[in-house]
DNA sequence: ACATTAATTAAACACTGTTCAATTATTAGT
DNA sequence: ACTAATAATTGAACAGTGTTTAATTAATGT
């Protein structure tokens, strides 16, 4: 029996969020159970449910954990390109959205895989992540191109943002055949982005 | 014990696709098992085993008719706005995409949500129904533009397909906070679709 | 040292997909 | 018509899953 002083509920929750994501990254999110984190961090699966709620919950805070891993990621490819024409910053910003998600797979398709169960909210802490994330593209449309009103710019964010993950989305989980080129992907959210900023201005 | 000439191999797959679709549109795709499937026609599991290979094959039957029953539809909406400028017929298909998913929610949700075990890759029969999907929007952009090659014009095709699935699903697994209004989604798939004609001509 | 408190566990429950030997129904052959 | 071969169907089992809870064990306060 592990003694209860080995390790404090903080760490205890470091442990299996750490385990957590060994496994998801090694072997994907449908490989992740409680008895297989409980196993490798030395306790029982009865443990997981004192520090989190569900499967579910830790599955909600581990794709917290990945926004948290992005957004620096994207607002920092934002800031390095800052004196480049706004289409090229978008440019480079969707490439380091790509080199995330392909660096990161096994966790960037966790977060669109994970369906929170029996209609749940999406609770308010994890919509607020999610909001922060579109920040760094709101902040190039707000330097570069002028809106009647903020709603407005939000909605051209998302929008763009929207399509550009749809893109690489369906790429990557082989919905998009015949598009097996390297490069197509590129040429696919590079032409969106022009098209964007012609419509803009 | 069901009699064997109850009924024949295809009646019993057709029995077993109607249940299946049945309990998914109530209860979505989490709730498909192979147990529900059979108690609902009056036969086992191991029955399902006979007529499909695995619950991930029958998924991607079923995947499959969804598609079926997709494309017809957005074929339909092409033809019925035929005589529009091509940023219309195309909006319009949009809008039927959108209320496809809506309508059919859960099947819609299912194609996405559905990943095929153990990297096995999808079948080539599978892959020719999403190809077909395309067909439509290819035509109008056919019939309105110019391209260099057909692969770019499937590009670009595939491309604006995939920007305006990428905002509906989205929008409508919850992940496009601060966006709840009804309109929006259509406003941004509008100005979507405006921009790329712009950029098209 | 003892009583209290709290962490940890083992076991159970109700599920899942899947396999396979045994059973049962149908067909073919005599 | 009766039997032998064949094929559909089943029930039981296996190895999993998330989750709950009573019992156990460890740490703490007195």
């Known amino acids: 029996m592990a003694r209860r002083s080995d390790h404090t509920r903080e760490e205890l929750k470091e442990l299996i969020l750490t385990s957590a994501s060994k496994i998801i990254e090694k072997e994907g999110f449908s490989a992740l159970t409680a008895r297989k984190i409980a196993a490798d961090i030395g306790y029982t699966p009865g443990t997981l449910y004192n520090v989190f709620q569900s499967m579910d919950g830790l599955t909600l805070v581990l794709n917290g954990i990945t926004l948290e891993k992005l957004l620096p990621v994207l607002a920092n490819s934002k800031d390095s390109n800052k004196d480049k024409a706004p289409e090229e910053i978008m440019k ?19 977060m669109f895989k994970h369906e929170i169960s029996d209609e749940a909210e999406i609770p308010e802490w994890f919509r607020g992540k999610i909001a922060l994330l579109f920040q760094p593209l709101e902040d190039v449309l707000k330097n570069h191109f002028s809106f009647k009103t903020d709603a407005e710019r ?15 989305f369906l790429h990557e989980t082989g919905k998009l055949p015949l598009l097996d080129g390297k490069d197509v992907c590129e040429n696919m959210t590079d032409a969106l982005i022009d098209n964007c900023v012609k419509g803009l201005r």
Chains 1, 2 share one sequence.
């Open 92 to 110: 480079a910003m969707a490439r380091t959205y790509r080199d995330f998600a392909i660096n990161n797979r096994e966790r960037w398709l966790m």
């Open 154 to 168: 939000q909605i051209a964010a998302r929008s763009l943002w929207a399509s550009i993950h749809g893109i690489y």
